[in-house]
């Protein structure tokens, strides 16, 4: 089905982790992730969680791995946030800035001594193998192609881990940012947070416009040890030549607490999964997403709240802007386990179209066994409140930048759920960009 | 005062959902000139309101309306108001998510057709909202989401004290007022009130023309006026009834 295969074979793999040094235990995951990419078939639009979907972008497409064979150059950095006068600047503790070839870290002394590591994944390979081989199954690559095609051959990545107990004032950053055309890139982040840890990241992808289709297909996995806090945000900004793919897993122990964001604003053709595992007791997830979308551009979004342990808490809140002929889906998944009694799981779903001629549609599921939850969903498409934008430009205000402020004003619902503050202002600077483009 | 017409309303007929509302409505407006418009509930003031405004919703089926010459009825609202339309709601829509600061500012920015560096936004926000006695936070919080009647009331005043119309268009205004907060909106009026600009006043009762003297009062009926007069007709309206306007005789002969 997509021509590109044929570039990534198992000689091609075995010369992708020979070039980067890697250490056998690596090949070998590698391998078996290869396995089972070889075993699966590709999704087909006869698939129901498929049938959105359209691949017609990758089909043609000659990705090789050649680009990203090497791996980066590491470079640290300092501290990159003093002004001239040595006044501190800092809006992030740390910075993991990953371009083609690159990785450049700076950290603020505060984080240098807090032994969190905060690295690309290349360098984690090298230096922290003992965790990095006791985590990074909690996808399984049997579970689909794309999964197991990234966990074959990823060539881009990151790791966090937040030792016991440990946190820093600042939330972290890290940015992906790919110049070159024609490439496929496999990003694998790994974050893994111990117990009573705590820490911001905002996880940021983005790149120079090109003329030739680039892919993306990417992995998340996150661990929550008992009572870690994460604040995890995935924005993807590609240009508009990227077809993106990305599946999120989140592993929740007891009393762990999650707030993810998922930030969907580029690439012409976007499908993301977000799977939140709740699995100790007590556990509680907040899972947002900020959706705009103008031109062509399509956005699938995927969601699972699985429950699996009792006394568990999810609150998603997926809100979705679309101008244009920009097209959205939603599907998302409640599903409480017998044994998750005692469960509050709520969904929603809120899509505004700002054009005639965008589009959304909003599927969601519900699955419960267990028989003493507290559960609601709702879901709504509408166009703009016809009266709220005449009470904008009666007073002078022009069409477009009333259909902003209403924009950010349906947005800001999302982040002000939020209580932490630290890295609101990057994620608005993301918003505003788009907005008035 | 020279008498250069700021508003002149010729014949206006109006539909709302294919139902008439005005019925031939003739009204001029001179430069710094007050003029009160009353009448029953029901009987189209609101509707003049939104048409002058440019509101989709209300169909202009005839007639011609021209703000300082120039016929406006093929406008856009945001056009308008930056030609010094304004309109005070009766009813203001909440917005939530999008705080006073930020509509505000983009509302001067879009009037004046340039950008006003936030300093000087601030200071001038700050200075009208001392003189509406309008608490400092207030400019944080969402567009009439939440406000009390008067907040409401003062947060359409200080839009029109910060964008200096010069034809304001205030839609019961009073209604909802305590007498303190009636006097501070009045007091807001009374100041931007001048040579250069022309109010129309619509209200319910005759209160606030204690505050805001009006130079010519009208009495709206079923769409149409049926009767003008200085400022005393809105006394004996207050005394009389909207129906005495209506059926003179008849209401004039009863007697106790
Ligand atoms: N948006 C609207 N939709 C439907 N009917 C309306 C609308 N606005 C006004 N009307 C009707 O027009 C008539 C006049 O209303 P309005 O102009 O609000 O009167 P007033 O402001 O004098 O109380 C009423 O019968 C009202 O029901
Ligand atoms: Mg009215």
Redesign the pocket.
């Known amino acids: 089905m997509f021509e590109f295969e044929k570039n990534f074979t198992k000689e091609k793999l075995e010369l992708l982790s020979k070039s980067r040094n890697e250490p056998q235990w690596v090949l070998e995951k590698r391998k078996k992730a290869f396995d089972a990419f070889q075993a699966l078939n590709w999704p087909t639009k006869q698939e129901e969680d498929w049938r959105r979907t359209d691949f017609s972008p990758l089909e043609k497409s000659n990705f090789d791995l050649n680009r990203f064979l090497n791996s980066s150059k590491f470079i640290t950095n300092g501290s990159a946030s003093l002004t001239t006068s040595g006044q501190p600047t800092a809006q992030f503790s740390a910075q993991l800035l990953q371009s083609d070839s690159e990785s450049i870290f700076s950290g603020e002394a505060e984080f240098k001594s807090s032994k969190i590591i905060f690295t690309d994944l290349d360098s984690a390979i090298k230096n922290h193998s003992e965790i990095l081989s006791k985590y990074s199954d909690l996808i399984n690559p049997n579970d689909g192609k794309f999964l197991a095609f990234n966990k074959a051959f990823w060539n881009k990545g990151m790791l966090l881990y937040v030792p016991k107990g440990v946190t820093v004032s600042l939330p972290l950053y890290h940015q992906l940012n790919l110049k070159s055309s024609g490439w496929g890139v496999f990003p694998y982040t790994i974050i893994i947070a111990e117990p009573n840890s705590k820490i911001i990241l905002v996880d940021d992808y983005t790149s120079q416009e090109q003329k030739d289709w680039a892919f993306s297909d990417a992995l998340t996995e996150i661990y929550l040890q008992r009572d870690a806090q994460l604040i995890y945000v995935n924005s993807q900004r590609w240009s508009g030549n990227v077809y993106h793919l990305l599946r999120q897993k989140a592993k929740l122990e007891a009393n762990a607490q999650l707030i993810t964001l998922t930030v969907n604003l580029g690439s012409q053709k976007s499908r993301s999964e977000i799977e939140t595992e709740l699995a100790g007791s007590g556990a509680s997830a907040y899972i947002f997403g900020l959706t705009i979308g103008n031109g062509q551009q399509t956005f699938e979004q995927h969601t699972l709240q699985d429950h699996k342990a009792p006394h568990t808490t999810s609150d998603l809140l997926f809100k979705t802007a679309l101008l244009d002929s920009a097209y959205a889906v939603y599907s998302g998944l409640i599903k409480v386990e017998k044994q998750a009694q005692k469960t509050d799981a709520y969904q929603a779903n809120r899509n505004l179209l700002l054009s005639d001629k965008a589009k959304a549609d909003t599927l969601p599921k519900l699955e419960i066994l267990a028989n003493d939850v507290r559960c609601t969903h709702g879901a709504t498409v509408g166009p703009i409140d016809p009266e709220q934008f005449f009470y904008l430009i009666s007073r002078g205000i022009e069409d477009k930048v009333a259909k902003q402020l209403l924009i950010e004003g349906f947005f800001d619902e999302v982040l002000g759920r939020i209580k932490e503050n630290g890295f609101k202002d990057k994620i608005k600077e993301f918003l505003e960009e788009k907005i008035v483009e | 005062m020279s008498k250069e017409p700021i508003l002149k309303i010729e014949d206006l007929h109006v539909a709302?959902?294919g139902?008439e509302?005005l019925k031939g409505l003739n009204l001029t407006i001179n430069k710094g000139e007050v003029h009160a418009l009353m009448?029953?509930?029901?009987?189209?003031?609101?509707?003049?309101a939104?048409v002058l405004m440019g509101h989709p919703?209300y169909q202009v089926t005839s007639g011609r309306v021209w703000y300082k010459g120039e016929e406006i009825l093929a406008l856009k609202p945001n056009e308008r108001a930056k030609k010094g339309l304004f309109l005070a709601f009766?009813y203001p829509t909440p917005i939530p998510g999008v705080t006073v600061m930020n509509f505000l500012r983009a509302a001067l920015k879009a009037v004046q057709g340039k950008e006003i560096p936030a300093k000087d936004f601030l200071k001038l926000l700050k200075e009208k909202m001392k003189f509406l006695e309008i608490s400092d936070q207030f400019s944080n919080r969402y567009i009439n989401d939440g406000f009390s009647g008067g907040e409401k009331k003062r947060h359409e005043i200080l839009q029109m004290a910060i964008l200096e119309p010069e034809m304001a268009i205030l839609?019961e205004t009073d209604s909802g007022l305590d007498i303190d907060a009636l006097k501070t909106v009045a007091k807001g009026v009374n100041r931007l009130i001048g040579p250069n600009l022309g109010i129309l006043l619509?209200t319910h009762y005759q209160r606030m023309l204690n505050y805001i003297k009006p130079d010519f009062v009208h009495v709206?009926v079923d769409g149409k006026i049926v009767q003008s007069g200085g400022d005393k007709l809105a006394l004996k309206l207050e005394e009389l009834g909207y129906d005495w306007t209506v059926e003179k005789t008849e209401t004039l002969s009863v007697e106790k």
């Not at chain 2, 009448?39 to 003049?48: A, D, Q, V």
């Open positions: 709302v959902e139902k509302i009448g029953p509930n029901g009987s189209g003031k609101s509707t003049l939104y919703k009766q839609d619509i709206l």
